[in-house]
């Protein structure tokens, strides 16, 4: 058997086995593709504020929680979120899934975050994990790294037609083609502009989904991989003697004079420590947060993680999840993931249409040949 039979049948039977998930997770890629913006439209009416008169005092972010808790009285407070641009809303977090958009200026409570957010944080649910949590986690985990060696299988199928078709035949889409000619020609060309783009995103999606895989970005810079993530999302144990809000906002602020952004997260799970992610800095990254841990109970500095003081392994590895959404190509890179998600959906369909001709045929000709023996 020749080395390219190798790569075709096993590219041909990994894609059946996967290809039912890594459909899903195309299809859900591509709707996550512009996830933050078409949550920020469908909130444009709770997260904006008509910015008031040059010199207008905001409210200090206790008082803020004093109102957003006249109208969310059972959860524990999680968590509150400022912004430096006067038209942004105060965002007041309770429990895990409760968020309150709040005037700065007034306390008015102008509403919760829409339906469209819960449904996307359901698509990403299901992107990530099937929505089954742990064992869908494992399944997409498994999935990505099949469809990365598909991808890689894929250019080396890809690459072994070109010594016997033109680079049209390959390349070119006709979507004027029926039956099999169709298939064919649509799972080259489409895989002749995606398959690229499809190895890195689902290089990224491996380092996502297995904590090894990150650790190989510190290892290959010289750098120490952090220790593995302890503890749970759950904020219902909350420690007796926590500092006031303001008082944590007062250190975050202290620290970075320049801020643009805080987001302070009370402790968790009885945590000793509460978090500030703040973003001062006008980076290239789409998120570039420091991290400020405080002692609960005094909100003393605990420790400071500037952004810009990061290993050069976290700050690779910081990246990575903007590679995959696109993100780190702005709106122009958020729309090019989408297009090739998408037109990894037609690769699984074109490809399972091609297997099913090819064992149709297969079964055809063992019938006939059995006809002919018995004749």
Known sequence: MTLRKIFFWAHLCVGICSGIVIFSMCATGAMLAFEKQI???SERSVHKVVPPPPGALRMDPEALVAKAREVEATEPLSGVTLRADPAEAAVVSFGVETFLFVNPYTGQVLGRTSRVRAFMRLVMDFHRSLAARKKG?????VCNAAFFGLALSGLYLLWTNWRRYS???IAAFSPGLKGKARDWNWHNSVGFWCVPFLVIITMTGLVLSYSWAGNLIYIFTGCQPPPPFQGGSSVSAVVQKVAGVNSFFAAAQSQAPNWRM??????QNGSPNAFAA???S???????RSTLTLNAETSEAVKWEPFDGYSRGHKIHLWIRPIHT???GGW???AFAGLVSLGGMLLVWTGFALAWRRFRAGASRVRSMNGNETA
């Open 326 to 328: 696109g993100e780190a």
């Open 282 to 288: 006008n980076s290239s990254h789409p998120y570039p």
């Open 167 to 169: 680079f049209k035949q």
């Open 137 to 141: 986690r494992t399944v997409i985990g």
């Open 262 to 267: 805080i987001a302070v997260r009370l402790p």
């Open 39 to 41: 949550v920020n439209f």
């Open 278 to 280: 703040i973003e001062e």
């Open 332 to 334: 122009l890179g958020q």
